[in-house]
T-cell receptor, first 110, second 117 residues
Framework: GESVGLHLPTLSVQEGDNSIINCAYSNSASDYFIWYKQESGKGPQFIID?????DKRQGQRVTVLLNKTVKHLSLQIAATQPGDSAVYFC?????????FGTGTSLTVIP | DTEVTQTPKHLVMGMTNKKSLKCEQH?????MYWYKQKAKKPPELMFVYSYEKLSINESVPSRFSPECPNSSLLNLHLHALQPEDSALYLC????????????????FGPGTRLLVL
């Protein structure tokens, strides 16, 4: 299978600070990338996506950056809140192939 | 309606039991997926249905049998499971498999937490 991995398995941030979660992918042919948030006991929740013809996309308090040169994806969360505490997965897609990364557990310290 | 629902939420079964997991969506999505997720691990793809036909089977043991009765429903029939099959089983759906912006974005249900004794 393809390798979609995260640099840091855990991340702790102070409430109000910005968070950056990183992801490396290995398939240069992947053309679609998604970030999911999974809270304890729940299914993954779509946060934001980006296509390979873009390098940045912004949502509400979240920004995804894509660097195709080094096959790197990041999720930036502005003004992190306690409700942002969860596991974050990146996923890559090419056609009907869809692969999740290993996940980063984000803990927000009040 | 932007929701994928799954029943039951929890299931405990013995190794000789037969049970089924159910998934439903009313978003008009034509692709549906089953994933298995172990604790602290990412979801692992099991099956993909596209237009009610099995598109991908990721070498899943035959004790797991998927079924797609119509475009809104997806079942996973379980028989003679092993304790190592205990996991969170997630269903997801997407507009399609590919071919246009957002078509392959998958939306997940809350999962069924399965315990095999």
């Amino acid at each position: 299978g393809e390798s979609v991995g995260l640099h840091l398995p855990t991340l702790s941030v102070q409430e109000g600070d910005n968070s950056i979660i990183n992801c490396a992918y290995s398939n240069s042919a992947s053309d679609y990338f998604i970030w999911y948030k999974q809270e304890s006991g729940k299914g993954p929740q779509f946060i934001i996506d980006i296509r390979s013809n873009m390098d940045k996309r912004q949502g509400q308090r979240v920004t995804v950056l894509l660097n195709k040169t080094v096959k790197h994806l990041s999720l930036q969360i502005a003004a992190t809140q306690p409700g942002d505490s969860a596991v974050y997965f990146c996923a890559e897609s090419k056609g009907n192939q869809f692969y999740f990364g290993t996940g980063t557990s984000l803990t927000v310290i009040p | 309606d932007t929701e994928v629902t799954q029943t039951p939420k929890h299931l405990v079964m013995g190794m000789t039991n037969k049970k089924s997991l159910k998934c439903e969506q009313h978003m008009g999505h034509r692709a549906m997926y089953w994933y298995k997720q172990k604790a602290k691990k990412p979801p692992e793809l099991m099956f993909v249905y596209s237009y009610e036909k099995l598109s991908i089977n990721e070498s899943v043991p035959s004790r797991f049998s998927p079924e797609c009765p119509n475009s809104s429903l997806l079942n996973l029939h379980l028989h003679a499971l092993q304790p190592e099959d205990s996991a969170l089983y997630l269903c997801a759906s997407s507009l399609g498999l590919a071919g246009g912006p957002g078509r392959e974005t998958q939306y997940f249900g809350p999962g069924t937490r399965l315990l095999v004794l």
